[in-house]
């Protein structure tokens, strides 16, 4: 059964304190794993497409990585407004685009 | 990208009773999809709506109590029928434009069964 296991579930930083979130998950042949943000009381935005293993997405201060078994979302220097509900989903390649979400890391960052 | 309008945003309805989300694709898209979103957790798929034809629908979910419709490429609805407290939750309507996968929200319409 496809899984996606996202971690932590929460997460605290200070402002430009550093750190990743990350996103374990099985599938039976990958066709994407995504990114979304979603802020309260707001639907999933999306942020990432990756779609084999080695490869690397980079968008201002987020970069989202991947490997066989796992996916990393690296925030660099966060402020305050990059708090939300950072969410990974697995799409495979048999699954005719139903999409797997995970729980997702609640991020907060203080100024 | 797609814009997607829902309505109603939220509502509190009556126990037994049902009601319709609808859901506006601002251009065509190739898929559209219904979500739950209970509060504090993830995103669960309940169907996905196929143009013209009946939903495919997930584990868990029936078409008597979750009916859906999705006359055209750009319009999709969702009934939430026969109501109970455990259905409240944040329904979510999806769009897929393309086939690379990524999907594009509504803002959710937010049920409260009393």
């Known amino acids: 059964e496809d899984q996606v296991t996202q971690s932590p579930e929460a997460l605290r930083l200070q402002e430009g304190e550093s750190s990743s979130l990350n996103c374990s998950y099985t599938?039976?042949?990958?066709?994407?794993l995504f990114w979304y943000r979603q802020d309260p009381g707001k639907g999933p935005e999306f942020l990432f497409t990756?779609?084999?293993a080695g490869e690397e997405k980079e968008k201002e201060r987020l970069k989202a990585t991947l490997t066989k078994k796992e996916s990393f979302l690296h925030i660099t220097a966060p402020k305050p407004e990059d708090s939300a509900t950072y969410l990974c989903?697995?799409?495979?390649?048999?699954?005719?685009?139903?999409?797997?979400f995970g729980a997702g890391t609640r991020l907060f960052v203080k100024a | 990208s797609a814009v997607i309008s829902q309505k109603p945003s939220r509502d509190i309805c009556q126990r037994g009773t049902s009601l319709t989300i609808q859901c506006q694709v601002d251009?065509?898209?190739?898929?559209m999809f219904w979500y739950r979103q209970q509060p504090g957790q993830s995103l669960t798929l309940i169907a996905t709506a196929n143009q013209g034809s009946e939903a495919t629908y997930e584990s868990g979910f029936v078409i008597d109590k979750f009916p859906i419709s999705r006359p055209n490429l750009t319009f999709s609805t969702l009934t939430v029928s026969n109501m109970s407290p455990e259905d409240s939750s944040i329904y979510l309507c999806?769009?897929?434009?393309?086939?690379?996968?990524?999907?594009?929200f509504g803002e959710g319409s937010r049920l409260t069964v009393l």
């Open positions: 251009s065509q898209v190739t898929m």
């Open positions: 999806s769009a897929m434009t393309g086939r690379t996968g990524e999907l594009f």
């Open positions: 989903a697995v799409q495979a390649k048999t699954g005719g685009f139903k999409t797997i």
């Open positions: 990756l779609y084999s």
């Open positions: 599938v039976s042949g990958l066709r994407g």
